[in-house]
Structures are given as C-alpha cells and as structure tokens.
C-alpha cells in the first residue's frame, strides 16, 4: 500500500482485473455529486496505452471530486464488451470510461454488435496519443528505418503484423499500407490481439516481429529493452517518443485520420448535464494541477483538454470521416 498527502492518498488493491484506488472520501450526507465511489472503466487489458492514462489522471479527477475511484478492465471485443457495460450502467455520473476515438469506431462499424457508442454521454478529452511501428528488440541494429521494414516483408522473411482486431485503426493503416503503392507493404497475415499491451508482449516474444501500438501503450516493452518504436505513424509526432521520426520523415505518406488517439471521458447514456459538467470542470481542474504536469514530463504522455461539446462534435465527425473514407469495404474485401 502507498501512503502519501491528500492527493496522493491512494490504496491500491489488485484482484482479478480490477483494480481500486481509494482517494479521500466524498460525503453522502449533503446530497451534492459523487455521493459513492466513481467506477472507471478501461476496455483494454492492464498495462496499454488506455489503462495507463486511465491510472495516470483518474486519481486525480478523483481527488478533485474528493471520492473515492475503482478502475476496471473489462477487455474485449475490441472495447465493445466495456462500452456495453457502460451504457446498461446507471446514468448517475459514478459509472465513466475511457474511449479512444478513431480506436473503437471502426469495430463498431464492421462488427454490427448491437450497441451504439455514441450514444454515450460525452465529458472531455484529456489526453493524446499516437500510433507507433514497434519491432522486435532483437533487430535494432538491423532495422533502423521503415525502408528497412518494408524490405524485410518484399523478401519473404518477414509475413505477418501484430494489429488489434478488424476495423480498428492499426488493422485499417496496415490495409491502406498494403495497398498504397508508396509504402506497398506486402504482409501475408495480420494477427488480431486485444490492446497494445497484447501487441508489445507479442512483438516481444518474437511471435510478430512487429505491430502497431499506441505510443504510451508501447512505453513499458520499450523501457525493458523488449522493443523499440521505428516509426511514429502520425505526422505530428508521439510525444511519449519525441526523437522517433514520422512517416514523412522518413518520406511516406500520412494517414494522420487513423493514427492519431483521443483520449476521451463518457459516461451512460442520460447522465445529467449538470453531473457531466462536474466531472468535465473537475477534470480540467485536475489536469492543471502540478502532480498532472509531472506524471506528463515523467511519462510522455500527452494532456489537454476539451469540453463536453466539442469532444461529442469531434467523436460524430470521426464517424463520419471512416464513412467518407469506405472503412467498412476496405476491410470486408481483405477479410472476404
């Protein structure tokens, strides 16, 4: 158990996939939000990129709240297991999680699986990430380039790509690599894993001699020298991996719609504005406070912040933009 001051006051308790932090203690008695314990749901495994900034900046929102804060990972699906979850939760502002918009759109769009994210309630976003080409530790002195990737795949001695599940964005970058003749990444199979703590655990073991991350979700495996990030797939760079060169550094083209990661706040569906406004004003609250700025300078990690509106504008027009750009055919035809 941690013991610190008041913001850092967290007892952390593992069981299963579930993990508490209790925070200070909100009163029940005065009848104003949270009255109880605010769940926070992460729709990856332990250990990626979600998970990480869920346990990096949910403590603070929480003590801002003055209450206490459980997260869960409820994996699967894609994300579509957690989002299902959420929006059967009670609308009361104690249930939230974590979305990573384009992330769980293209899932939804090719799976049909019932549900409709967006008709969760939005909150903020708070962070951003990008997508990183990390590879296998025991090539690093041979593969220094995404030149030299790419030859390894025109050869024949590499085949297969650690990817998340079809629709998502790293399954859609590696089809549009495929195809674009610039790249012409000629990859035989793309193996589907559950987040990138999954991808990382598969590039290191040698089991794909590379895969597409989120750069906070690859900072672990990097730091133990079990893989390194070649490439920065958006063109504004990772700021987890801020020396990485960008695939227009290295004279590709970009595809910045796919690769770039919104961390974002929801809650159930009818949550009440006035609960939602809460947790979004809190929210900024906390990201302004100086331990937010340290666990951002300590791990790369990007923080910001947007309100209710405009994180429900950008997550419609991220819809919108994997309708223009035929997201679903693209897949269906590799897939078919």
């Keep these: 158990m941690l013991e610190t001051g008041r913001r850092g006051l967290l007892a952390i308790l593992a069981s299963g996939a579930a993990t508490g932090i209790a925070g200070c203690l909100g009163s ?7 009255t109880e314990t605010i769940t926070h749901v992460s729709p990856y495994d332990p250990g990626g990129g979600n998970d990480t900034y869920a346990r990096g900046v949910m403590p603070l929102l929480a003590d801002e709240l003055d209450a206490e804060l459980s997260i869960e990972n409820i994996s699967g699906a894609g994300g579509m297991n957690a989002i299902s979850e959420v929006l059967n ?11 990573d918009p384009p ?6 769009m090719m799976e049909d699986p019932g549900i409709d994210q967006r008709d969760l309630e939005p909150v903020c976003q708070f962070g951003f990430s990008a997508r990183v080409l990390v590879v296998d530790a025991e ?4 593969i220094q380039s995404l030149d030299d990737l790419l030859e390894r795949y025109e050869t024949g001695e590499w085949s297969n790509v650690g990817v998340m599940s079809p629709g998502s964005p790293p399954h859609i970058f590696t089809l549009l690599a495929h195809e674009d003749d610039e790249y012409d ?3 035989e199979e793309l193996i589907s894993y559950d987040g990138s703590a999954a991808i990382n655990e598969a590039v290191a073991s040698g089991e794909v001699p590379c895969g597409i991350s989120s ?11 079990d893989v390194y990030p070649l490439v920065t797939l958006h063109t504004d760079g990772s700021p987890t991996f801020p020396d990485t060169p960008t695939v227009e550094d290295e004279g590709y ?8 990661i919104n961390r974002t706040l929801f809650t159930p569906p009818e949550t009440p504005q006035d609960v939602r406004e809460t947790l979004a004003e809190e929210m900024e609250n906390a990201l302004e406070t100086d331990e937010a700025e340290e666990w951002e300078e300590e791990t790369g990690n990007a923080l910001m912040y947007e309100g209710i509106d405009a994180t429900g504008e950008h997550f419609e027009e991220i819809f919108e933009e994997y309708e223009n750009h035929n997201v679903v055919e693209l897949v269906e035809e590799y897939e078919g």
């Design 28 to 34: 029940e008695d005065d009848g104003e939000f949270p």
């Design 103 to 108: 992330t769980e759109v293209g899932v939804q």
């Design 139 to 142: 090539y690093e002195e041979e």
């Design 253 to 260: 083209p970009d595809y910045d719609w796919v690769n770039g």
């Design 185 to 187: 990444w000629q990859w």
């Design 89 to 99: 939760s009670e609308p009361d502002g104690h249930t939230t999680i974590g979305i």
């Design 215 to 225: 750069d906070a979700g690859a900072l672990s495996a990097v730091e133990a020298g």
